[in-house]
């Protein structure tokens, strides 16, 4: 296998094993509120460096085993079990995350990144789609979700979830860009390899020390503030947007099963974005400013679908649900139209955050997807709190703020990064 062959192979396995994780994980998150009302479904988040002592490979295994036993815990929830899984998966998250990023990035270059990035983002967003079609078909009908149906999902999603977790395995390692001399003597490379062995904590201080440097740089910055509303959204999308849906009861008995369509549609839309730009990434003349428009103007008019449609009280309706009618009636196909481009303005934004990352930072990457994740987790933990006591009009504006200033952002930094490109210069000099 060639060396393009086998980045390309591991770009497939990274998004078939996260597509497994996250069939568990984001169906889990699409009916956790809906099935256990008197659990609070808020993260922790965290970030560590695990990534940076035992590489991408293992850091992945060793998250998506926690990952698993957060899906498990909900087999038989206790609050005590829940909120300990809760902060694992948190630290978890950030780990996982920031080796993905590690991992797409040393199987791509300036070339191969966006349509790697469109590639994986394609294959984890279908993860939407499968767990979803499940929930809309066995839970048709049905107003109340039985202990027994409960059992039944949350152990199918805990094994998928631990095949994508055994998938990692199947990763190779790259091989390396120049190969050694014949003038570089065994000596030499036993002495390289004793050092490396050495030096495993001094990579985390190093990525540490370096993240807090790269957290206080004008790119990171402005990005920053386009990761914190991929955060606020991505709270919206699979989780409040859910609720709401299941708290109207105008939409009679089918609010549970509407939960999964809407789930499958935001996957559809998370897939046709990120096969679309994958593709388009090879004729990528006019930059990643497009794309990220398209994004926030499919959000802007999902929202205000949304605002029209959705009753203000929906996020936090009592259990028996919401009667209240916003300005037109609830409609089950504005709701399912929303759910698709909620999706596909997500995809728009995701892929081009993680193709400047691995571009700007290809040297070394962990510590900009740390700082990623993290912003992102931290802006996500922020939407889950407040979102069970803001009105949804409220909700929407807080989003449309953020994504109209994150959106700015983004230009400004590509727009640096193209100009100096022009010139002939590196973006590490950014």
């Given at each position: ?7 390309l ?14 069939t ?6 699409n ?8 659990l ?12 940076a ?8 295994f060793?998250?998506?085993?926690f ?13 005590w ?15 996982l ?9 040393i ?18 967003q279908?993860?939407l ?9 066995a839970?048709?009908?049905?107003t ?14 805990t ?28 000596d ?17 201080i ?22 914190a ?10 989780t ?15 609010e ?95 892929t081009?955050l993680?193709?400047?990352l ?10 900009a997807?740390t ?11 922020v939407?889950?709190f407040?979102?069970?006591y ?7 504006l ?5 994504g ?8 400004t ?15 590490r000099?950014?």
């Open positions: 296998m060639s060396p393009e062959s086998k980045k192979f591991n770009i497939i396995i990274l998004g078939v094993a996260f597509m497994f994780m996250f568990a994980f984001q169906t889990c998150g009916v956790a509120q809906t099935v256990i009302r008197s609070n479904s808020t993260d922790f988040h965290g970030s560590e460096y695990t990534s002592i035992v590489g991408p490979q293992l850091s992945m060793a998250s998506g085993l990952y698993s036993m957060y899906i498990a815990v909900f087999i038989q929830p206790f609050s079990s829940f909120y300990t899984a809760s902060v694992f998966i948190g630290i978890a998250a950030a780990v995350w920031t080796a993905q990023g590690n991992c797409l990035t199987n791509s270059d300036e070339h191969t990144i966006g349509r790697n990035s469109g590639i994986f983002w394609a294959l984890l279908s993860s789609f499968f767990g979803n079609l499940y929930i809309y078909f839970w048709h009908g049905k109340h979700i039985s202990e027994s149906d409960r059992r039944t999902v949350f152990i199918a999603l094994v998928i979830s631990l095949v994508g977790t055994v998938l990692f395995f199947l990763i190779r390692k790259p091989d390396p860009e120049n190969v050694l001399g014949e003038d570089e003597s065994s030499d490379q036993d002495l390289e390899v004793n050092e490396s062995a050495q030096s495993n904590m001094t990579k985390a190093d990525a540490f020390k370096k993240s807090l440097e790269l957290c206080v740089t004008k790119e990171m910055l402005l990005l920053s503030v386009t990761t509303y991929t955060g606020l959204e991505l709270t919206f999308f699979s409040i947007y859910g609720t709401c849906i299941g708290a109207i009861n105008k939409f009679g008995t089918e549970n099963s509407l939960i999964g369509l809407s789930g499958i549609f935001t996957g559809i839309g998370e897939i046709l974005g990120g096969s679309l730009f994958g593709l388009l990434s090879k004729n990528n003349r006019f930059g990643r400013n497009p794309v990220v428009l398209l994004g926030i103007l499919v959000h802007f008019i999902a929202f205000y679908l949304i605002f029209l449609n959705m009753p203000g009280d929906a996020p936090i309706a009592p259990v028996g649900g919401t009667n209240r009618s916003a300005y037109i009636r609830p409609s089950k196909e504005v709701a399912i139209l929303c759910s698709f481009l909620l999706g596909l303005g997500d995809s728009c934004f995701n081009q993680l193709s400047i691995g571009f700007l930072y290809s040297e070394d990457s962990a510590p997807f700082i990623f994740k993290f912003v992102q987790s931290i802006c996500a933990a939407a889950a407040y979102s069970n803001l009105l949804l009009h409220w909700q929407l807080i989003m449309v703020l953020f109209f200033l994150g959106t700015l952002s983004f230009f930094v590509e727009w640096d990064a193209a100009a100096i490109v022009a010139r002939g210069s590196d973006y000099s950014i």
